[in-house]
């Protein structure tokens, strides 16, 4: 099943929006006209993103510009802070009232819980999501670092109920396997612990947006060591291994092979998968979100995956 919400089908290359936030608007507007000139039309926001500032760039560039109807806005919420969970209807409620706010929209093409909190029974989270998308905040809902389990039982509940299952779910996922989470509270379906999960997508057809799908620059850094020496978000060091440095240079060389980088070979993984994978990229500049975006509709065979994996 592809991601398809209010009638409008979600990009495979999703631009993300967590760099913005440290950017005048003027810059942050420019940026998000470039990755637009380029082909990009679904867009990845936070509630926790610079505080809220991502979401308020987008809302003022969005403002400036019009053709909200041309673009599928994903945004999150429910995410942890000062150490509480806030999966909870209070919390939802005010977080995607914040979001909508911040955005200038009067609706989410995708709403997706940033967190989980196991604690908290599926049936009444569910119950929440449903009700924002009766009120039209919604067009569609769904989570992001849930494990599969938890997703299984939240649309058992929703089919019980004839209510609209989840209609894509976000774990970290890419050809480079982190020694841990980055962030509290993460999940990751990558490598051979991955695999599990990732038939559970497969099995299911549920939509894959995948975070950190190139690793945070780590495909882009020159070798063994060096992503911690390039002033590239201190959470790579979770992927800097000698396994994800071999799979870099094997990435490398594919993509040599077939007139790609590095990090369009590692994102041409993410795309060859059983499951419906689509990729959550932070690209800096229109050439290159083009670069990948020229990439949506390849894939590598199952032997070139299973060779990069090692």
């Known amino acids: 099943m592809s991601l398809v919400a209010g009638g409008k089908r979600a990009d495979r290359i ?62 999150k919420g429910a995410h942890p802070y000062g150490g509480r969970n806030r999966v909870t209807e ?38 929440v999501l449903h009700g924002l998308r009766a009120r039209g905040l919604v067009n569609a809902y769904g989570v992001s670092n849930w494990r599969s389990e938890r997703i299984a039982a939240a649309n058992a509940y929703a089919e019980a109920r004839g209510y609209e299952p989840l209609s894509a779910s976000s774990p970290h996922f890419s050809l480079a396997v982190p020694t841990e989470s980055p962030w509290p509270g993460c999940v990751s379906v990558s490598g051979a612990d991955g695999v599990a999960e990732r038939a559970f997508y497969a099995a299911t057809g549920l939509p894959l947006l995948a975070w950190s799908s190139l690793a945070m620059g780590y495909f882009v850094a020159p070798g063994p060591g060096a992503a911690t020496a390039t002033g590239l978000n201190a959470a790579v060091r979770v992927f800097d291994t000698p396994a994800n440095a071999a799979r870099r240079a094997r990435a490398a060389e594919l993509g040599a092979r077939r007139g790609l980088s590095a990090p369009q070979t590692a994102l041409l993984y993410v795309l060859s998968q059983a499951c419906d994978t689509h990729a959550i990229v932070g690209c800096r500049s229109g050439d290159e979100y083009g670069e990948l975006k020229a990439l949506s509709e390849q894939r590598l065979s199952a032997a070139d995956v299973a060779w990069l994996e090692g």
Not at 33 to 43: E, K, L, P, S
Request: aromatic share 8%.
């Open 14 to 75: 999703i631009q993300g929006t967590a760099q913005i936030s440290p950017l005048a608007q003027s810059q942050a507007s420019a940026l998000l006209d470039d990755v637009v000139a380029a082909g990009a039309r679904t867009f990845d926001l936070a509630e926790n993103y610079g505080g809220g500032r991502s979401e308020a760039l987008f809302g003022g560039w969005l403002a400036e510009r019009g053709g909200r109807d041309e673009l599928f806005i994903i945004t």
């Open 90 to 127: 209070a919390d939802i409620e005010a977080d995607i009232t914040g979001s909508l706010e911040r955005l200038g929209c009067g609706f989410a093409d995708l709403y997706l819980l940033h967190r989980d909190d196991e604690s908290v029974p599926v049936g009444g989270v569910v119950e």
